[in-house]
Nanobody, 119 residues
Framework: QVQLVESGGGLVQPGGSLRLSCAAS??????????MSWYRQAPGKERELVAA????????NFVDSVKGRFTISRDNAKNTVYLQLNSLKPEDTAVYSC??????????WGQGTQVTVPS
């Protein structure tokens, strides 16, 4: 059974950094077959796509509000995807969840990890 387990969230002051990890297990196909992405949802707001990375890691994209501050990467040998959050702002406060999209079109979700940046 597929599991995506996020870690690394926490409370950080404005301007600080965090590194989120998402460990995957139970996939039918090899991890590199799955495009991975990070979403976030702030209280009272819609969930938004923050960053995505292809299976090989060769292509990434980001929502405009985090470009230049966040980096997404993956280690296919460890079945793990990362989100490096730098220069954090109070508006980055949200629950961050990772998601996997497989070759059969199924999407999987983790439970999420809270990132809080006080104003």
């Amino acid at each position: 059974q597929v599991q995506l387990v996020e870690s690394g969230g926490g409370l950080v002051q404005p301007g600080g950094s965090l590194r989120l990890s998402c460990a995957a297990s139970g996939f039918t196909f090899t991890f590199s077959s799955y495009a991975m992405s990070w979403y976030r949802q702030a209280p009272g707001k819609e969930r938004e796509l923050v960053a995505a990375i292809t299976g090989s890691g060769g292509s990434t994209n980001f929502v405009d509000s985090v470009k230049g501050r966040f980096t997404i990467s993956r280690d296919n040998a460890k079945n793990t995807v990362y989100l490096q959050l730098n220069s954090l702002k109070p508006e980055d406060t949200a629950v961050y969840s990772c998601s996997a999209l497989g070759p059969a079109g199924w999407r999987y979700w983790g439970q999420g990890t809270q990132v809080t940046v006080p104003s």
